[in-house]
Nanobody, 115 residues
């Protein structure tokens, strides 16, 4: 019910826009989040956005200023804009939706940043 897309191979310094589209009836979404998991590392929170468009970002200094989360309610889609990508940003990026009953997870999209 959640489909993440937009990943790919990009050179350091490049940009990508990831999309997370919700389909089917998963209930009322309270917030949507992007996480990422790099090889050999724990999954970390990148950003969240509520259904009122209030956004927040993960604590890691490496995220600050380079990632932007946004939402298009009419398209049931949440975006993660990324700029000035670094090799350390290489990871599988997952989106997840928080509803009243549970969290729903997508399969993830791979972002590979070459140096």
């Amino acid at each position: 019910q959640l489909q993440a897309s937009g990943g790919g191979l990009v050179q350091a310094g490049g940009s990508l826009r990831l999309s997370c589209t919700t389909s089917g009836d998963i209930g009322s979404i309270i917030a949507t989040a992007w996480f990422r998991q790099a090889p050999g590392k724990q999954r970390e929170l990148v950003a969240t956005i509520t259904n009122s468009d209030i956004s927040a970002y993960g604590d890691a200094d490496s995220l600050k200023g380079r990632f932007t989360i946004s939402r298009d309610g009419a398209k049931n889609t949440v975006y993660l804009g990324t700029t000035s990508l670094k090799p350390d940003d290489t990871a599988v990026y997952y989106c997840a939706a928080d509803t009243e009953d549970r969290w729903w997870w997508g399969h993830g999209t791979l972002v590979t940043v070459s140096s």
